[in-house]
T-cell receptor, first 114, second 113 residues
Framework: SQTIHQWPATLVQPVGSPLSLECTVE??????LYWYRQAAGRGLQLLFY??????ISSEVPQNLSASRPQDRQFILSSKKLLLSDSGFYLC?????????????FGPGTRLTVT | EDQVTQSPEALRLQEGESSSLNCSYT??????LFWYRQDPGKGPEFLFT???AGEEKEKERLKATLTKKESFLHITAPKPEDSATYLC??????????????FGGGTRVLVKP
């Protein structure tokens, strides 16, 4: 079976500090991978997605970046955090279903920028 | 541009009081509509995929239905453990790069004993 991991689970960082969040998927190969941010009480905002190693597409201009150094590893980074970067960050992957492509989510990382 | 609107934003129910959540969507040809459940502080959990108007899916006390413009998630005789935020998402038929989903804002459901 497939599992998705994210770490850390929670993070408190000062404004201007760097960020690195990691996501790994087990039990599948060549997944599509996604980074979302969820503000308190809000829906999911897609930040980045990747269809393969080294292939990153950005959905929203911001001071975040993403990388995919290995097939099942997806990293979200920032050189200097802003207060507005606080939120719940979710990684997801998808597999081929009968027709549509549902996504499966990790446990998330709660980021608080102080 | 694909859009998903969920209503109500919040729903308070007594245990056993059945109700329905609405998900209205605009998409350039629907490939699939997805329902998720999200507990506080956790990632969304996949519930259902619906592909075409008239389709229905059931899981325990939940039943999802689909028309050409909206989907409903019916909660029958809810229990406190059904309390969660329910998210709806759509995927367009045109195979966009990355098989992206468009999510609604969610409905927060609280079931009181």
């Amino acid at each position: 079976s497939q599992t998705i991991h994210q770490w850390p689970a929670t993070l408190v960082q000062p404004v201007g500090s760097p960020l690195s969040l990691e996501c790994t998927v087990e039990g599948t190969s060549n997944p599509n991978l996604y980074w979302y941010r969820q503000a308190a009480g809000r829906g999911l905002q897609l930040l980045f997605y990747s269809v393969g190693i080294g292939q990153i597409s950005s959905e929203v201009p911001q001071n975040l970046s993403a990388s995919r150094p290995q097939d099942r590893q997806f990293i979200l980074s920032s050189k200097k955090l802003l207060l507005s970067d606080s939120g719940f960050y979710l990684c997801a992957w998808n597999r081929e279903g009968a027709w549509a492509y549902e996504q499966y989510f990790g446990p998330g990382t709660r980021l608080t920028v102080t | 541009e694909d859009q998903v609107t969920q209503s109500p934003e919040a729903l308070r129910l007594q245990e056993g009081e059945s109700s329905s959540l609405n998900c209205s969507y605009t998409v350039s040809g629907l490939r699939g509509l997805f329902w998720y459940r999200q507990d506080p502080g956790k990632g969304p959990e996949f519930l259902f995929t619906l592909y075409s108007a008239g389709e229905e899916k059931e899981k325990e006390r939940l039943k999802a239905t689909l028309t050409k413009k909206e989907s409903f998630l019916h909660i029958t005789a809810p229990k406190p453990e059904d309390s969660a935020t329910y998210l709806c998402a759509v995927q367009a038929r045109i195979k966009a790069a990355g098989n992206k989903l468009t999510f609604g804002g969610g409905t927060r459901v609280l079931v009181k004993p």
